[in-house]
């Protein structure tokens, strides 16, 4: 069986039964096949990118540029994040993109700080059983003296279409940020540099992404960040947000990715090692996301003392 992948077999696996389904269930699966029309014409001229990043992505990586602000998901935007982790922490993600139960999106995230660095483990997974993507990567990243981090990130992605077969790609991301001074840090970050293919003849490729990041921590309550992303064969993307700590125990997240127009803010509470964020976005034409974020933080002696 071949697992080369085109775009007719993704939109033809949509319909595979159509004639067996009832008039509600046709208009159902009508709507998730207009989703998938969207996001081809969106990525028309885009080679094919193995899990989707969450659609309140901005969200999740909001702390990448940061000392006091980031957490176990800000390496997702930039691995050199890592290096800022002080405690063992893991975090769990999930959001219903267009209030879709296909179109779920789960991510996993686990840091672990060590004398030799900062390791951490990310999953995410994409889609329900008739298509789906997963992507397992291991980062590692550490400081290189007070002034700049550094770090690394290797995944597997997988791509799987019911009754047509599964494929799958190895690539890398890198990243760095640099402290221009105790409240102001800058970044680059590059996924898929080299590009990895699918399938047994590779047409299918990860597209390459580049960015270049911006945080400043105004106090320990205000944070703001901003980020310039050029993916591969598409316009450049702006995504900007802002971070406001009202209490030490709630915090506010809002902001807006240029690409599609969508804005999102979130809630977080923060109850001793445990953080609750509810998070919601919306998109112009396909409505709302909803989401939740779930961080444990587990603390040394130092801190319990």
């Known amino acids: 069986?071949?697992?080369?992948?085109?775009?007719?077999?993704?939109?033809?696996?949509?319909?595979?039964?159509?004639?067996?389904?009832?008039?509600?269930?046709?208009?159902?699966?009508?709507?998730i096949f207009f989703i998938f029309i969207f996001c081809f014409f969106i990525s028309e001229k885009v080679l094919a990118q193995v899990t989707r990043t969450p659609v309140a992505s901005p969200y999740l990586g909001l702390g990448a540029y940061s000392i006091s602000q980031a957490d176990v998901f800000s390496f997702?935007?930039?691995?050199?994040?890592?290096?800022?982790?002080?405690?063992?922490?893991?975090?769990?993600?999930?959001?219903?993109?267009?209030?879709?139960?296909?179109?779920?999106?789960?991510?996993?995230?686990?840091?672990?700080?060590?004398?030799?660095?900062?390791?951490?483990?990310?999953?995410?997974?994409?889609?329900?059983?008739?298509?789906?993507e997963t992507q397992l990567g291991l980062a590692y990243a550490r400081k290189l003296g007070s002034k700049v981090d550094f770090g690394?990130?290797?995944?597997?992605?997988?791509?799987?279409?019911?009754?047509?077969?599964?494929s799958s790609a190895i690539n890398f991301q890198?990243?760095?940020?640099?402290?221009?001074?105790?409240?102001?840090?800058?970044?680059?970050?590059?996924?898929?540099?080299?590009?990895?293919?699918?399938?047994?003849?590779?047409?299918?490729?990860?597209?390459?992404?580049?960015?270049?990041?911006?945080g400043y921590e105004a106090s320990d309550k205000f944070f703001v960040s901003a980020e310039i992303l050029k993916e591969e064969n598409k316009p450049v993307?702006?995504?900007?947000?802002?971070?406001?700590?009202?209490?030490?125990?709630?915090?506010?997240?809002?902001?807006?990715?240029?690409?599609?127009?969508t804005i999102y803010v979130g809630i977080g509470l923060q109850l001793k090692s445990f953080r609750l964020d509810i998070t919601t976005s919306h998109h112009p034409q396909l409505g709302i996301t909803p989401g939740i974020m779930i961080l444990f933080n587990v603390k040394s002696k130092a801190d319990k003392e």
């Open 1 to 31: 069986m071949r697992c080369s992948i085109n775009y007719s077999n993704r939109f033809s696996i949509i319909f595979i039964r159509v004639k067996k389904l009832s008039y509600r269930k046709f208009i159902f699966l009508k709507k």
């Open 76 to 132: 997702t935007s930039n691995q050199a994040s890592l290096a800022q982790i002080k405690n063992a922490t893991a975090g769990v993600y999930n959001e219903r993109r267009f209030l879709l139960s296909e179109l779920n999106y789960y991510s996993a995230a686990v840091a672990l700080p060590t004398s030799s660095g900062n390791f951490g483990l990310q999953a995410g997974y994409f889609g329900f059983s008739e298509y789906n």
């Open 152 to 166: 690394v990130q290797f995944d597997y992605n997988s791509l799987q279409i019911a009754g047509y077969g599964k």
């Open 174 to 214: 890198i990243g760095t940020v640099m402290h221009l001074s105790e409240k102001l840090h800058a970044g680059f970050h590059a996924y898929n540099p080299v590009g990895g293919k699918f399938g047994n003849d590779k047409q299918e490729k990860l597209a390459s992404v580049y960015s270049a990041g911006l």
């Open 237 to 261: 993307t702006v995504n900007g947000g802002i971070q406001y700590k009202f209490l030490p125990q709630l915090l506010a997240r809002a902001g807006v990715s240029t690409a599609t127009s």
